[in-house]
């Protein structure tokens, strides 16, 4: 196996799923992982690592969300490993690129959640991009919430802090918040 692999292989492994869904989802990955030499490409049109960020306020009341044009719905950042086997930097990436925010903290170098999710089928840049899944490592953040924000328009249409007792209220897709949101909230105390 690949060292860049099997470096994300270890991370993956030293997990502690904190529920069946990760349990179950690690397993997967991990399978997905040691068949798939090609898993941080989005070549590979079947499934690759992604990677997302959930961003908390110093005082950990809100989180920075982007309002996401293929999901229509409130959503955390994220995005493709793109041959990066450092997720933790691709999340640092995509909360830069998506929110405009240039400090950043990772508040902790292991992963806080992972998942599986599933694509559906969609227009990208002109070109069909079949259903597919991202496995998916979530990365906690901390940001100071007076930076100033921009919309990257091209995949997102609003971007904002979001009190976090009031997400539920803004996200649009139910599984997003049963499963991953509201396990995310339980990291902290808001």
Avoid at 11 to 31: G, H, N, V, W, Y
């Amino acid at each position: 196996m690949n060292p860049k692999l099997r470096s994300l292989q270890n991370q993956i492994e030293k997990f502690t799923p904190a529920c069946e869904q990760e349990e179950r989802d690690q397993d997967s990955m991990l399978r997905f992982l040691k068949n798939n030499d090609d898993c941080l490409e989005r070549t590979n049109l079947t499934g690759h690592f992604t990677a997302s960020s959930w961003i908390i306020n110093e005082s950990g009341d809100k989180v920075l969300m982007v309002y996401h044009k293929i999901y229509n719905s409130w959503s955390w950042t994220g995005g493709h490993a793109d041959g990066q086997w450092d997720l933790s930097a691709v999340a640092i990436r995509e909360a830069m690129e998506e929110t405009g925010i240039r400090q950043i903290e990772l508040a902790d170098r292991e992963p806080v959640s992972l998942e599986i999710l599933t694509v559906d089928g969609h227009e990208k840049r002109g070109v069909y991009v079949p259903s597919h899944l991202h496995m998916n490592l979530t990365y906690l953040l901390r940001a100071d919430e007076n930076q100033r924000l921009y919309v990257k328009e091209d995949e997102n249409s609003g971007v904002r802090w979001i009190d976090a007792a009031l997400i539920q209220n803004c996200v649009s897709e139910p599984w997003m918040m049963q499963r991953i949101y509201t396990k995310l909230l339980r990291l902290h105390r808001y």
